[in-house]
């Protein structure tokens, strides 16, 4: 265990030496919020998806998307620099590898977590439609934990297989897969068949939840023009579940993969 924290911090530090974690992790969730939120004015708020209620769960989930990027950079960088194999000699297991590289990306994401909280605050605050309650806010923190794992662990499964030249090039396309279809800012419950496709990915479910959590509104109103809140019925059952299906799978896969990876340079 001692060894593992020692890792932690490592990576701790060479995280924080990186511009490119204030650049992806913090000021780009910030980037995004404000543009959406000048969209939404200029548009007459006729844009529901860039409601703040709305858009702050998808900048959440498309924000940890980019902890895969940082993530699989690191790890194919050890991987580049021989770091890991100086490392393998010691008596660590691959859980413990994989625990340090998680450790320090899940409290970068938790901090991301934070930050769309408080933008969120600050814009419902300005526009009269306020966000939500301090209790609801930690319940959607804590509901996004599962895709904020996935995409950590993708990303070190992703820096393992990858060196660092691809392991970028690799990332992005999950990066935009996940704005895509993740319905950050799409309205995808107008699109049918597409909205039936995006639920079986982790993404727009993960969206769903958040915007129950906290009372956004769908993009469609109901016959009598009154507007439709997302609520946690059967359907936001099967969305949980169906996201730490993709957890279990980032879990195992990882583990997997760094133990024959570890194996293989012994």
């Not at 970068?108 to 933008?119: N, V």
């Not at 814009?123 to 930690?138: E, N």
């Not at 936001?236 to 293989?264: D, Q, R």
Request: net charge positive; hydrophobic share 50%; glycine share 8%.
């Amino acid at each position: 265990m001692k060894k593992t924290l020692i890792f932690i911090k490592r990576n701790l530090i060479e995280m924080s030496r990186d511009p490119l974690l204030y650049i992806f992790c913090a000021g780009f969730p910030i980037l995004m919020t404000l543009m959406f939120q000048i969209i939404l004015k200029y548009s007459g708020g006729e844009t529901p998806v860039f409601e703040v209620k709305s858009l702050i769960p998808g900048i959440m989930m498309f924000s940890y998307s980019l902890l895969m990027l940082m993530s699989s950079l690191l790890v194919s960088k050890d991987k580049t620099s021989a770091f890991l194999k100086r490392l393998y000699t010691s008596p660590m297991k691959s859980y413990n590898y994989i625990i340090g590289y998680f450790i320090p990306f899940l409290i970068i994401g938790i901090i991301q977590s934070f930050i769309c909280i408080i933008l969120g605050y600050i814009f419902g605050s300005t526009s009269g439609t306020g966000f939500t309650s301090f209790p609801q806010a930690l319940l959607l923190i804590v509901s996004m934990l599962p895709i904020m794992s996935f995409n950590i662990l993708l990303g070190i499964l992703l820096g393992t297989i990858l060196n660092d030249k691809s392991a970028p090039a690799i990332t992005s396309i999950f990066i935009s897969c996940s704005g895509v279809v993740g319905g950050a800012w799409m309205p995808i419950d107008t699109m049918g068949d597409f909205e039936a496709f995006a639920s079986y990915l982790p993404f727009y479910p993960s969206v769903y939840i958040g915007r129950v959590i906290t009372g956004a509104y769908h993009t469609i109103p109901d016959e009598l023009g009154n507007r439709i809140q997302y609520a946690f019925s059967d359907r936001g059952v099967v969305f949980l579940v169906i996201t730490f299906i993709y957890l279990l799978v980032s879990v195992v896969s990882a583990i997997v993969v760094f133990n024959k990876k570890l194996k293989s340079d012994n």
